[in-house]
């Protein structure tokens, strides 16, 4: 009987696993078999062993892009989380009109990442953005302002953008953690006399702790596929300032038609991901078992 029952959730599973063999795991040893090849996209690939591999290792422009990466990971590991989880918790204690402002805070979630990415773009402008409503304004030191063009500023101003659409959906996903939280618990905290501070980090925060891990989680993996707002508002630049590792990537697969040092770099970025996830799931379970 239970074999039975076994057998049926593996033909039920089946479908699916075998969807995610041919549109993921097909190409994803494709890229792996291309990363030994010197091939641009159109002639037959040439093996080359280990050379695109070596030569990544010189490559001084992928390894400042991995350093943008990994910049941008830890503002998009802090900030929307911080942000999101302080509203949620802000929302949970509104009555009225609390359906409304998370309808408002989640609209820009659903603006589509080319209006944005141009939106703001214009907005950054030296010509028609900020910088002219600081000289109609009379602030001199600021007539200038044009973040894109600086290289110190622009991965910071690209971020806040994508930081601007992504903050709305971390505010639902904390905002239904925190319904899960355990009211008794709350209440015992409070007679024990424990105020809302320490309320929030003794008893909201470690039940909510699976939620916020997987969102760490899914960051890590993010970061690293962010290409959408990079390619609309500065293509990499200025001077390779806003390079990630994706656009320098793309760069090279279909600018430079190097698909077999792209797929290179992109098995490296992916193993990479995969170290990275591993750390944290490590982490994860030594937590669970300290809990225990």
Known sequence: MKRMKKMKGTLFVLPAFLIHVVIVLVPAAGMVSYSFTNWN???EPEFVGLQNYIVMLSDSSFFHAMKNNLVWMAMFLVIPLAVGLVLAVMLLNIGRGQMLLRTVYFLPYVVGAAIAGKVFATFYSPYS?????????????????????????????VAFVDNWHWWGFVLVLMFSALHQVDRSLLEAATMEGAGPVRKFFSVTIPQIKPTILSYFTFIIIASFTTFDYVWIMTQGGPANATELASTWIYRKSFISYEVGYASALCTTVCMGCLALYLVLAAVQ????????
């Open 41 to 43: 996209g159109l002639k």
């Open 129 to 157: 953005g900020i910088a002219s409503l600081f000289q109609s304004l009379g602030i001199d030191s600021l007539r200038n302002f044009a973040p894109l063009g600086n290289g110190r500023l622009a991965l910071y101003a």
């Open 285 to 292: 379970k030594i937590r669970g078992r300290d809990g225990e």
